[in-house]
Nanobody, 114 residues
């Protein structure tokens, strides 16, 4: 059974940094590329970063140069280092496979505000 547990969110001032972690159980981590998604109030969930099992990464334009996705295959964990945070990064962040599977964790809230 797949489980996804996100952590590391919080309240940070503009320009600050956070590091999100996602622990994945089940076969999802070893089979699929993994990604971080986010959903802001009133908006659709969007994919912001993804990483294949071999390491290549992709980012949505709005986070390029500020966010870095990485994975530890031995720990079945994917990370998102977020630097130079902006108020528009405020959202609930989720991890899932890419393409996403029909199972979601509880997410972790990121709030960027002064």
């Amino acid at each position: 059974q797949v489980q996804l547990v996100e952590s590391g969110g919080g309240l940070v001032q503009p320009g600050g940094s956070l590091r999100l972690s996602c622990a994945a159980s089940g076969s999802i981590f070893s089979i699929y590329a993994m990604g971080w998604y986010r959903q802001a109030p009133g908006k659709q969930r969007e994919l912001v970063a993804a990483i294949s099992s071999g390491g290549p990464t992709i980012y949505t334009d709005s986070v390029k140069g500020r966010f870095t996705i990485s994975r530890d295959n031995a720990k079945n964990t994917v990370y998102l280092q977020m630097n130079s945070l902006k108020p528009e990064d405020t959202a609930v962040y989720y991890c899932n496979a890419v393409p996403y599977q029909d199972v979601w964790g509880q997410g972790t809230q990121v709030t960027v505000s002064s």
